[in-house]
């Protein structure tokens, strides 16, 4: 289901007074984080103090760790970071790319959401969609800091180590 924000004449006409226009496009972008994100994904869009700091003073990390999983291992951490720090600097618009993988994200684990919203969040808010991000695939059951390899590893060895139930024969014998 996709959520639409609402229009601006809808805003207006909720209310009994007249809004100046500053207040209904704050509303608006309030919605667009609010109503569309807290339904999807299962984090919410706050800067958070374990991965808050790493993706302040250096986002092309975080960035890098979450590409790698949800391109499932290629490229690696360090050439999506490296592009997303390569971009950053060069064209200083760092949030196209990563708004990128957001959406890739939304298809993979099919939350609703919108490119709008997405766009948005990333363009404003580039720190706290990266930390929103990165906190949802830790939710899903992904260690981010041994990447899409070490993920794939550490679920292989919990199928193969998984407890057997031992074997009893049917029937009683003395």
Not at 2 to 13: C, I
Not at 146 to 154: E, K, L
Request: glycine fraction near 6%.
């Amino acid at each position: 289901m996709l959520l639409e924000p609402p229009s601006l004449g809808n805003l207006t006409s909720l209310t009994a007074s007249p809004i100046p226009k500053a207040v209904i496009n704050s509303r608006l972008l309030r919605s667009i984080f609010i109503t569309t994100l807290h339904e999807q994904i299962n984090s919410k869009l706050i800067f958070c103090m374990d991965t808050g700091c790493l993706t302040f003073w250096c986002p092309c990390i975080t960035f890098g760790r979450i590409a790698e999983i949800v391109d499932k291992g290629s490229p690696s951490c360090a050439v999506s970071g490296a592009l997303y720090a390569f971009i950053a600097i060069v064209i200083g618009f760092p949030y196209c790319y990563s708004c990128s993988y957001r959406l890739k994200m939304r298809e993979q684990y099919a939350l609703d959401g919108n490119h709008c919203s997405d766009f948005l969040i990333h363009c404003f808010c580039e720190t706290c969609a990266l930390c929103q991000e990165y906190r949802e695939l830790q939710s899903r059951g992904f260690n981010m800091a041994i990447g899409w390899d070490g993920n794939m590893d550490a679920r292989n060895r919990k199928v193969a180590m998984a407890p057997v139930p031992p074997m009893v024969e049917e029937g009683m014998k003395r």
